[in-house]
Every structure is written in structure tokens, then in C-alpha cells.
């Protein structure tokens, strides 16, 4: 069941970053601005000035002010952040899905980039790359001493470029070096499979900007290995941690004909949205069964409550993340971004 009170983490990107950027200048273009707290700015400039002549160690002015902006934010609620370019970077990979790189998923062992497993038609598996291999150097640059993220970085550029791997295999005396040319990789978040004739079973593993086009495709595969026809699904939703909104709209549509899907609200005008289905259940009424746990959160939660409070599915496992607020990603003009709480959700019936 979903919980009563939540504070859902949802990344508003794509559709609704427009809406979050309007937001974000309509501060400061609607309202009369409040007059600035200077003796709160003077005291933040002492507090400043004695770090930078007194503490034990040197530290940068960047360093000190960034610091600064995260605590101003993480002091608001548990969920708003700075992000710096970095870290926004990330965020719109796992947002969209999409990345310029090799296709191989990583991780890190003594010291260096083991490949866990190349992804099905991607340069690194066309290439020869496979799972157990320990990469040594990337180009010209040793991988031991880097971090993870550093090592994923590097492989990762843009499509057409090439990088040349250094490989060490088990059962092969010498290091092998593969060349291979970068291209965009796209990470499925929908998995699917028949469980007996007539019923399938899909999974969510994550909103993406395309997960919406990637479930109607996979139920469209689905029915055409059950001659046409599902008598019933189960949309596996547990352990996934959210994404973009308007992936879980797209998602709750899929299984709706009509009615209000999620509505936001907040302190902002433009931060009251409403989400409604359109007509076409690509199930044709058939049973759903919508499986979730305590790491089903944000975008989950959504689907799971509009699917509930529709009575479009049953909703089975156990208690649900419990949070319902809404995040909105304000780009900065140096390549970071702020996420910041700016309204909370409600599910048809009106939770949150």
C-alpha cells in the first residue's frame, strides 16, 4: 500500500524542465524582491573570512562557497541539492537513457575496470569485449589509481571517437588492445517476458525519457507471442527507484482510458500541474497486477497510486517508499544545476 504521508523524489526533466524553468524566473519576475538580510551577509562574510585566514589547511574560494550553496540546500528539506557539473551530468544520463560511450557495464576490482557484462549490440560487444575482462589502460592512461567514475568518464565521449582499450584475459598470455569507436548507447528500462500462453510479465527499472514508447513496445511483443492477446500482466515496479515524471504519466496511460492521473501543487502558480489519461488501455481492461516494496519510490508511487485509485490493478507486496514531493532541476549557468522542492503530488483520490 501506498503511505498516507510521502515526500516522493521525482526528476522533473524533459516535458516538464520547461515548466521548471519558467518557475525559476517567474521568482524573481513576478514577485517584489524582499530586501537583502545584511547583517545575516555580514555575518556569513566573517564566518568566510576567518575559514580563509585561520583554518589549518588551504581552501579555495569555489571550494568554500559551493560548500556554502549545498548546506543553504540541504537545510531546506532531505531531498533538494546542489549539483555540481558532474554530478548534473549523470543525472541527465540516467534520465534520458542515453550516453556517448562503449556499452559495457563496469565495475571495480583491485584496482581496476572489470567488465561486468557488454550490453547486446553495442560497439563493445561488436568489438570482442567480454565479461571478466579487466581493462588496464584507457588510451594512454593507466587505470589503477583512478576512480570508478573516472575510468567510466574517460570511456565515455563523444559518438565516433575512438578509444583504445588495454585488456587483460584470463586463458590469454598477453594484454589485448581493441580498438573501439564510441557511439550512443541506449539503456532499456523495460524488460519483458511471457510467463505461460496469454500472460506476460514486464519490468520497470527506472523512468526514463523513454520508457513510455519502451513499455507499449514491449506489450505489443508481448501479445503478438500470445497470438494477439494478453489475459492478464504483471508490471513489476519493486526496487525501482523513480525518474521523470512524465514517464509515469506515460506509463499510468498505457492501462487508463480516462480520469485525472496525478496533479502537483505548490507555492508557485505554475508548479500546479494535472496529469489526465487518454483513451486506449493496451490491455483491454485485462487483470493487472502491480508488484511493489519498500524500494518502489517517486514515479512508482504514482503509477501505483493512479492504477489504484482507478481499480485498473491490484496492487500486492509491501509498503512503498513513502515520499511525495517534487523536485525541479534549475540548470546554472556554469554547468551546474540546483534541485530543488517546489511542489508535492497527489494521486487521483487526492494523497500524498
Do not use: C, W
Not at 558532474?86 to 571495480?108: H, P, R
Not at 560487444?125 to 575510468?151: H, N, Q, W
Not at 523513454?210 to 489475459?231: C, D, F, M, R, Y
Request: glycine residues 10%; without cysteine.
Amino acid at each position: 500500500m501506498l503511505s498516507k504521508t510521502r515526500n516522493t523524489l521525482i526528476l522533473l526533466t524533459g516535458l516538464v524542465l520547461g515548466v521548471s524553468l519558467t518557475i525559476g524566473q517567474s521568482v524573481f519576475a513576478d514577485r517584489n524582491p524582499d530586501p537583502l538580510p545584511l547583517e545575516e551577509l555580514r555575518s556569513f562574510t566573517e564566518v568566510f573570512a576567518n575559514i580563509k585566514n585561520s583554518y589549518v589547511e588551504d581552501v579555495t574560494d569555489k571550494e568554500l562557497l559551493e560548500n556554502a550553496i549545498r548546506g543553504m540546500l540541504s537545510g531546506l528539506d532531505p531531498h533538494s541539492a546542489y549539483l555540481d557539473s558532474d554530478a548534473y551530468k549523470e543525472l541527465q544520463v540516467g534520465t534520458s537513457g542515453e550516453f556517448g560511450g562503449l556499452g559495457i557495464e563496469v565495475s571495480l576490482e583491485d584496482g581496476f575496470v572489470k567488465v561486468v557484462a557488454p550490453i547486446d549490440d553495442t560497439p563493445a560487444e561488436r568489438a570482442g569485449v567480454k565479461a571478466g575482462d579487466l581493462i588496464i589502460r584507457l588510451d594512454d592512461t593507466p587505470v589503477k589509481g583512478l576512480t570508478l567514475r573516472e575510468a567510466v568518464n574517460i570511456m565515455r565521449g563523444k559518438p565516433g571517437s575512438d578509444i583504445l582499450l588495454t585488456i587483460v584475459r584470463d586463458g590469454v598470455d598477453r594484454p589485448l588492445k581493441i580498438t573501439i569507436t564510441r557511439a550512443i548507447i541506449q539503456v532499456k528500462s523495460v524488460k519483458s517476458r511471457t510467463l505461460e500462453p496469454g500472460f506476460g510479465y514486464v519490468r520497470i527499472t527506472q523512468f526514463q525519457s523513454h520508457t513510455g514508447p519502451n513499455l507499449k513496445e514491449a506489450i505489443s511483443n508481448l501479445k503478438k507471442e500470445n497470438g494477439g492477446k494478453l489475459n492478464g500482466m504483471i508490471l513489476d515496479l519493486r526496487n525501482n527507484p523513480g525518474g521523470v515524471l512524465q514517464a509515469a504519466v506515460e506509463v499510468s496511460d498505457t492501462f487508463l482510458e480516462k480520469g485525472l492521473i496525478v496533479y502537483t501543487e505548490g507555492r508557485i502558480d505554475d508548479s500546479a500541474l494535472k496529469f489526465k489519461a487518454t483513451p486506449n488501455d493496451m490491455l483491454k481492461s485485462a487483470p493487472l497486477i502491480v508488484l511493489i516494496n519498500s524500494g518502489s519510490a517517486s514515479a512508482s508511487e504514482i503509477v501505483a497510486g493512479a492504477l489504484q485509485d482507478h481499480k485498473r490493478a491490484v496492487i500486492m507486496g509491501s509498503k512503498s517508499f513513502g515520499k511525495g514531493s517534487v523536485q525541479t532541476i534549475l540548470p546554472m549557468n556554469n554547468g551546474a544545476a540546483l534541485k530543488l522542492t517546489t511542489a508535492r503530488y497527489y494521486t487521483p483520490a487526492g494523497r500524498s
